[in-house]
């Protein structure tokens, strides 16, 4: 039985919850690197359907995931508008911003099509080999997309936004019109490939201070995304991201995307979130990082406070590249015993 796909749809509670984590397919791993290496750079590396599959499965293949994710990234939506994008070593990711004009839908299928061949495939061989674990499709949501975009690099400051919205405010939401509707036909693109569930990533949601920029900005483009997705795949569920948002808005944001699950970061205490919604999270990638007790015990308070409640373990932010893949190991022995 596919244990993430049942807690979202059914809100089943399992007896050892089901557990995947961010960044899974990704430097930490020997192998990734191997591949990555023989790869070139990493767009040739999420563009090539083949390898990209080979990545996605390998943290299957290791410890036997529950959930695998496509090896992609967020900012391809961008790269299918049109925007120049390269990822640099020791940099992270640039993009041009001199593009930001020209964007536009026209191919946005030439380089869609590549990545779900990349679903496609993993989901065959999910099929055949791990019929217990559930494909994972993604995409930024259109508020961290746009912060990339607009800001032209992926440090964690995002000041051109801010400027644009108070600028150019009626640019800024055709950019985020593009991003909405580009994601619409990426995601249902990845739903016709085989991703069982859709996670929207908006890691930068919490740089929003005002409510009402909130819901212009994160709420509504989230909500004009699922509803779009789900005319044509009313059953797929949604696991929304909005990391750093203050509680007091989390509920806000689960009534009016009509997400199905909520992924959470570290900086918040599950067991707060009172709405009835399926949680996924949110252990410190930090004590992964350094494993060893502090790690089991945090392990286990996570477990003790989603008792009996429909729930997904994961990590509160992706997996740090410098953790030792052994931790990871630990981690799933203390869930897998003590539940
Ligand atoms: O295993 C998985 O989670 C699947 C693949 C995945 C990647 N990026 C691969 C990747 C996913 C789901 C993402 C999402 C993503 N990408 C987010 C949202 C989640 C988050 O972490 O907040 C964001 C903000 C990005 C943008 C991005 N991509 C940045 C800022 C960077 C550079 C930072 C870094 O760690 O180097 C990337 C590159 C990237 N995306 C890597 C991987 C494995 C590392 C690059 C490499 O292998 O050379």
Same mark, same amino acid.
């Given at each position: ?15 050892? %919850? ?11 791993? %020997? ?6 290496? /023989?790869?070139?750079?990493f ?14 499965? @390998? ?25 120049g994008?390269?990822?640099?070593a ?16 026209e191919?946005?299928?030439d ?12 989901? /065959?061989a ?15 949501? %259109?508020?961290?997309?746009a ?28 950019v ?15 739903a ?20 009402? @920029? ?18 044509? +795949? ?18 806000a +944001? ?86």
């Amino acid at each position: 039985m596919k244990s993430i796909l049942n807690t979202l749809r059914n809100k089943s509670v399992c007896p050892v %919850p089901p557990v995947w984590i961010m960044r899974q397919a990704g430097r930490y791993l %020997p192998e990734y690197r191997e591949v990555r290496a /023989q790869a070139g750079s990493f767009l040739d590396l999420a563009y090539n359907p083949d390898l990209a599959a080979e990545v996605t499965l @390998q943290p299957v293949r290791r410890y036997g995931m529950d959930g695998a994710i496509l090896f992609s990234d967020i900012l391809i939506v961008p790269h299918a508008l049109g925007q120049g994008l390269e990822f640099r070593a020791g940099e992270g990711p640039v993009l041009d911003t001199n593009d930001l004009k020209d964007l536009s839908l026209e191919n946005v299928n030439d380089k869609f099509s590549q990545i779900c061949k990349t679903v496609f495939k993993v989901r /065959q061989a999910l099929d055949n080999q791990h019929p217990q674990t559930t494909m994972i499709g993604f995409s930024g949501s %259109p508020w961290t997309v746009a912060c990339y975009m607009i800001q032209g690099h992926g440090k964690s400051s995002f000041p051109a936004i801010f400027e644009m919205m108070d600028r150019d405010p009626d640019f800024l939401d055709h950019v985020i019109d593009l991003i909405v509707d580009a994601s619409i036909v990426y995601l249902k693109g990845q739903a016709e490939a085989g991703a069982e569930v859709l996670k929207l990533f908006d890691s930068w949601a919490g740089l929003i201070e005002d409510k009402s @920029q909130f819901e212009k900005y994160v709420i509504i483009p989230t909500q004009r995304i699922i509803e779009g997705v789900k005319q044509t +795949y009313p059953d797929i569920p949604f696991m929304g991201f909005p990391r750093h948002v203050p509680l007091e808005w989390i509920e806000a +944001y689960v009534i009016q995307t009509g997400t199905d699950g909520l992924a959470v970061g570290e900086d918040i205490k599950m067991s707060d979130i009172k709405s009835d919604i399926v949680l996924q999270g949110n252990l410190d990638n930090q004590l992964l990082l350094e494993g060893g007790q502090a790690l089991e015990k945090s392990v286990k308070d996570i477990l003790n406070e989603m008792e009996g409640r429909p729930f997904i373990f994961n990590l509160g932010h992706g997996v740090i590249k410098e953790t030792d893949p052994a931790h990871v190991q630990q981690m799933l022995d203390v869930i897998r015993q003590n539940s």
